[in-house]
């Protein structure tokens, strides 16, 4: 399939900002089931500063603001062709050890529910692949999707007990169970193209664990499915924090607006 996707973020100050630092990790990577046929990333009110790649293989940029105005308008567009193959992106030459994708985050640690779900479901599965398809399941469960009951800083135990959360908030409760049973995971940030759905004010997260005999395999809890050709992969990270597609930091008192724009159409 392939998807055009249009994403605008733009910021907007109630009063002139002196410094601003906006961090992007915007740009799709031609992986299994995924090729990039175009793709481009502007910045107005801001000037790039430096471009590299992190260590989890995410393409970077920095741009940076040291002028008096009231707004940032962040634009990525381009076309990705993709194909479903139920969430296996498979072995990955270089890149980190697979331990680094076991270590706790403030946003992943594992609470006494969250280590009592990983127990049940081990006793459960002795299968890899079918233990982490009942972990996709038992989280799509019991936890609602429901905007505005948490925040980028809710962690998934707290996610958890609450019993609702977005898509970020199931992935980190996915990852902070997959490596509480040992298994290697990461968090994904990427796009998804939903039936009838044009106008979208946020992008899309969902997890991606080690299974030994096929490598990386997407689990979008959230959903409840393995990503498919519905899915584009931008970013990948130990969660939200080292994966966001947009950051940044700014000096002074002035107040922020958000307004983002998405599209994802086939």
């Known amino acids: 399939m392939l998807l055009t996707i249009n994403h605008t973020s733009r910021y907007d100050y109630d009063q ?28 107005s009110g801001a000037d790039r500063e430096v471009s590299y790649v992190d260590g989890f293989g995410n393409k970077v940029e920095l741009f940076k603001h040291e002028r008096s105005a009231d707004s940032i308008v962040v634009r990525a567009h381009g076309a990705v062709e993709t194909e479903d193959r139920a969430g296996v992106v498979g072995k990955s030459a270089g890149g980190p050890p697979l331990w680094i994708y076991e270590r706790v985050t403030d946003l ?81 940030s990427g796009y998804l193209r939903m039936e009838g759905v044009t106008d979208q004010t946020a992008s899309h997260a969902w997890a991606e664990a080690y299974v030994d005999s096929l490598g990386w395999v997407g689990f979008d809890a959230a959903n409840n ?30 107040g922020e607006t958000l307004d983002v724009h998405i599209s994802v159409e086939q």
């Open 16 to 43: 002139p900002v002196n410094f601003a630092l906006q961090r992007l990790r915007l740009w799709p990577q031609n992986i299994a089931g995924q090729v990039v046929r175009e793709w481009s990333v502007e910045v």
């Open 108 to 188: 992943t640690k594992a609470g006494p529910h969250i280590r009592e779900l990983a127990e049940g479901i081990r006793d459960e599965q002795a299968d890899q692949l079918a233990l982490l398809h009942t972990l996709m399941n038992t989280i799509h469960s019991r936890v609602v999707y429901s905007p505005g009951t948490t925040s980028v800083a809710t962690e998934a135990e707290v996610a958890l007990d609450n019993g609702a959360g977005v898509c970020q908030d199931h992935s980190h409760i996915f990852l902070s169970a997959a490596r509480v049973l040992g298994i290697p995971s990461r968090y994904v």
């Open 225 to 254: 499915i393995c990503p498919n050709h519905n899915y584009v992969r931008i970013a990948v990270g130990l969660d939200y924090r080292s994966a966001a597609p947009v950051s940044g930091v700014r000096m002074g008192a002035a």
